[in-house]
């Protein structure tokens, strides 16, 4: 600006033909703090208008961070999501105070809750030693479906038999065994396309 400044003024003088150096130190004065003023202004007005953008965005980005924290979830199947058509992944989280391991794990798949009979479609039936033994107090297990059809809309339910339950009727125990659903007012839809259940399923004691 320096520069600009000293050119103009120069110019100035050469048409006055009569103007002092008093004059032109003057002149030349006004025109710097002027521009100066200007820039710096300029500057300040455009360091608030980055601010209030930088700003603008970051609550941007903490708006869109927790609305992807809330559809992707905290369970198993929302890190390890299945892409295979026709199979839906979910998990049962554990009680933390469970009586130790349970005698049986059914997971499958109801017209309408709670059951009133056998199920609509079977899912998983867990009676082995290895099949029981990932369900510890306070463990999240994985469950894999697969072979799903690919319309309708069923209920998926989880019943946990424990020692002394009811393991042998398919009748649980109050104050003994554990159940819980995916969604006990709304069915899962089929349509052929993979379902991640991105929530453990939270299995209660039975009343």
Not at 41 to 62: D, I, Q, S, V, W
Not at 140 to 152: K, Y
């Given at each position: ?5 000293t ?10 033909c009569?103007?002092d150096s008093?004059e032109t ?8 703090e ?5 820039t ?9 208008e980055?601010?209030e953008e ?7 980005e ?6 992807e924290?809330?559809e ?11 892409t ?10 554990m ?7 349970p005698?049986?794990?059914s997971?499958?798949f109801y017209?309408?809750?709670?059951p009133g ?5 079977m899912g ?5 030693e290895?099949?029981?033994?990932p369900?510890?107090?306070?463990a999240?297990?994985p ?6 059809p690919?319309e309708?809309d ?7 038999y424990?020692?002394g ?5 398919w ?7 554990y159940e ?7 069915p899962?839809?089929f349509?052929?396309?993979?379902i ?6 939270q299995v209660?004691?039975?009343e």
């Amino acid at each position: 600006m320096k520069h600009i400044c000293t050119l103009l003024i120069a110019g100035l003088v050469v048409l006055g033909c009569g103007d002092d150096s008093s004059e032109t130190e003057t002149v030349e004065g006004t025109v710097a703090e002027g521009e100066e003023s200007s820039t710096e202004t300029a500057e300040e007005e455009l360091t608030t208008e980055e601010g209030e953008e930088t700003a603008e965005t970051e609550e941007t980005e903490e708006v869109e961070e927790g609305s992807e924290e809330s559809e992707t979830g905290s369970g198993y199947c929302a890190a390890n999501p299945t892409t295979e058509a026709n199979t839906l992944c979910a998990s049962i989280q554990m009680p933390e105070d469970a009586a130790g391991l349970p005698e049986k794990v059914s997971f499958h798949f109801y017209a309408s809750l709670p059951p009133g009979g056998p199920p609509t479609l079977m899912g998983l039936e867990l009676m082995t030693e290895t099949e029981l033994a990932p369900f510890e107090p306070g463990a999240e297990v994985p469950m894999m479906l697969e072979n799903l059809p690919s319309e309708g809309d069923l209920f998926l339910y989880a019943a946990i038999y424990m020692p002394g339950g009811g393991a042998q009727t398919w009748i649980l125990v109050s104050g003994v065994d554990y159940e819980g659903a995916v969604d006990w007012e709304t069915p899962i839809t089929f349509t052929g396309e993979p379902i991640n259940v991105v929530e453990p399923v939270q299995v209660l004691i039975a009343e």
